[in-house]
T-cell receptor, first 111, second 118 residues
């Protein structure tokens, strides 16, 4: 089983749609969780951290369920500029603080 | 702030040559830097953790004699791909963890180096 798993997609949605990405992780000792965004042929950029209580940043909402070892990202009112690959990332504290990346979910927002 | 640079941004070389990639933290000090590799349509895979003043820690399956890492200062880590072959062609990305942010998880990523071995 992969340490961090995501649905690879691609997700093809129209502008204005709401889209949700899911992610599961295998290591219950994981302490920190993130969503990164990666554009084609670019480095990943931090979109948001994910906290136990869930958190929201504009059109983006992240949720964490520790009991189920599950993380989600919700994007509302999708924009063309949201087209990218979204990476679920987990920090495994018991492995020296390494970031483990999921394989990414590709999103394509169409006009 | 928190800018990480990589040099070169892209490189094309012949099979059998060695390629050095530099990763610099421009406005902060980093005791720890990480080297990742990303093949097309795949996610980032951690290759090694580079610690200033000590030997790098390599992930399982990564040959330490092929991928030489040197972290000589708090702002510079280098990755040398020795005797590169076409299968080493990939996108190499470094990240740096802020010294002051050791208790946090903040890593700042460089823009990546695209290596093509002919």
């Amino acid at each position: 089983r992969k340490e961090v798993e995501q649905d690879p997609g691609p997700f093809n949605v129209p502008e204005g749609a709401t889209v949700a990405f899911n992610c599961t992780y295998s290591n219950s000792a994981s302490q920190s969780f993130f969503w990164y965004r990666q554009d084609c042929r670019k480095e990943p950029k931090l979109l948001m951290s994910v906290y136990s209580s869930g958190n929201e940043d504009g059109r983006f909402t992240a949720q964490l369920n520790r009991a189920s070892q599950y993380i989600s990202l919700l994007i509302r009112d999708s924009k063309l500029s949201d087209s990218a690959t979204y990476l679920c990332v987990v920090n495994f504290y018991n492995q020296g603080g390494k970031l483990i990346f999921g394989q990414g979910t590709e999103l394509s927002v169409k006009p | 702030g928190a800018v990480v640079s990589q040099h070169p941004s892209w490189v094309i070389c012949k099979s059998g040559t060695s390629v050095k990639i530099e990763c610099r933290s421009l406005d902060f000090q980093a005791t720890t830097m990480f080297w990742y590799r990303q093949f097309p349509k795949q996610s980032l895979m951690l290759m090694a953790t580079s610690n200033e003043g000590s030997k790098a820690t390599y992930e399982q399956g990564v040959e330490k004699d092929k991928f030489l890492i040197n972290h000589a200062s708090l702002t510079l880590s280098t990755l040398t791909v020795t005797s590169a072959h076409p299968e080493d062609s990939s996108f190499y990305i470094c990240s740096a963890r802020d010294l002051e942010g050791y208790s946090t998880d903040t890593q700042y990523f460089g823009p990546g180096t695209r290596l093509t071995v002919l």
